[in-house]
């Protein structure tokens, strides 16, 4: 049992574990700040964010390969060449980019919760809407959706930090942010996996967008039922926790807006390499997200089935390794083996040189090194949480 000295005064924390007290002193009892509490039902709730809004833009990459490549006689398809089906599988991603400044705006001015909640919502409809649109085998029209769900999608992350900022104490934020993150990976792995059997079921093709859509709409409702901007604005978490986080987060005073300094970031080199960074990676990471199921069955002929779980196998890996890689860094970096700047740059590079020699290795694979292929493609994709 631990004891620590309070006043009614503001408290300085000491390294000790005791306060500081001028006044009037009191002894109370210390709980355990790492309780399970409101915090980690919000971090669950956007866990889970993640994982089904990456249900919304996944689930195309999955699904055009029977909605191209009919498997049994009768079953619904269309003849969309190549050029198309790209076209239809990039469009999410022109809304996406679009979205990404106006959403960290949006989520600053009504809060994080609001603006996800009902992006989400729409963004529910709309996939449940892709059947009907390509009923009449118009790709324009699915290609019009698409870009609805990638402008509803690009809130996910502006909105999610935003959350993270005010719910994450500083003393948990690696491992919390990375737990979040890290949903997002998960929801491929469930999506890609299941796809298979989905397809044989039933409902077909249609099934993987009226499932999705289903439950990211019922993900939606519970999450602007039960969640919460900040601390302050839940109604079930305790005193103690609350100002446990406010302490560690500075969301419980009034935050003061700066004057962006536009002139010092457009003429900044560390900016620049930040979106080479950037931009490298996510070149490679979405491709890979877009095109792997159609590279499974183009490529390396593998049937519906074999290629949902194998699709699914290097978004498993990579959701393993953000939970282990990212403990690590913060490790070398809070021991001071790596500085933040070493750090970030080394497992940033990690993150991308392995992929990218694993990508050069499978541009020489065939249908007959299928399984040097797969192992390749699932290093590359696994180790992209370096850098994630």
């Not at 737990?179 to 999506?191: D, E, K, L, N, R």
């Not at 409702?221 to 839940?234: E, N, Q, R, T, W």
Request: aromatic share 14%; hydrophobic share 50%; glycine share 8%.
């Amino acid at each position: 049992m631990v004891y620590i000295l309070v006043t009614e005064r503001t408290p300085l924390l000491l390294k000790s574990g005791f306060v500081r007290l001028k006044g009037n002193l009191k002894l109370r009892r210390k709980k355990d700040s790492n309780a399970f509490g409101v915090r980690h039902v919000q971090a669950l709730l956007m866990f889970f964010g993640m994982a089904f809004g990456y249900f919304l833009r996944v689930n195309i990459s999955a699904a055009i390969v029977p909605m191209t490549k009919p498997r049994t006689t009768g079953d619904e398809y269309y003849e969309w060449d190549s050029s198309t089906k790209s076209l239809i599988l990039s469009s999410f991603f022109w809304g996406y980019v679009v979205a990404q400044v106006p959403a960290g705006l949006l989520a600053k001015r009504f809060g994080g919760k609001l603006v996800l909640g009902i992006a989400t919502v729409l963004a529910s409809i709309i996939t449940m809407l892709h059947p009907w649109a390509a009923s009449g085998g118009s790709w324009q029209v699915i290609c019009f959706l698409r870009v609805l769900i990638g402008l509803t999608q690009g809130v996910l992350y502006p909105s999610v930090h935003t959350l993270l900022a005010k719910w994450a104490p500083r003393t948990e934020r690696s491992f919390l942010a990375t737990s979040v993150y890290s949903g997002a990976q998960f929801g491929t792995v469930i999506i890609l996996a299941t796809s298979g059997f989905i397809f044989d079921s039933s409902m077909g093709w249609p099934g993987i967008f009226y499932i999705s859509g289903a439950v990211a709409l019922a993900w939606s409702i519970l999450f602007l039922v039960f969640g919460a901007d900040s601390p302050k604005d839940s109604k079930v978490i305790s005193k103690q926790e609350r100002e446990y986080i406010e302490h560690l987060t500075g969301s419980g005073s009034e935050s003061k807006s700066f004057p962006v300094p536009w002139k010092s970031l457009f003429t900044s080199a560390p900016f620049y390499g930040l979106i080479a960074a950037q931009t490298g990676f996510t070149w490679g990471f979405y491709t890979l997200l877009t095109e792997i199921p159609t590279y499974m069955d183009s490529v390396l002929k593998l049937n519906v089935a074999s290629n949902a779980l194998l699709s699914a196998l290097p978004y498993f890996v990579m959701w393993l390794l953000c939970l282990i890689v990212s403990p690590i860094s913060d490790m070398l970096i809070n021991r001071n083996i790596l500085s933040t700047t070493v750090g970030r740059k080394l497992f940033n590079t990690i993150g991308q040189w392995i992929p990218m020699a694993c990508l050069i290795g499978m541009s020489y694979m065939t249908s007959e090194e299928s399984v040097a292929a797969i192992t390749l493609l699932t290093i590359g994709v696994g180790f992209n949480a370096a850098a994630f």
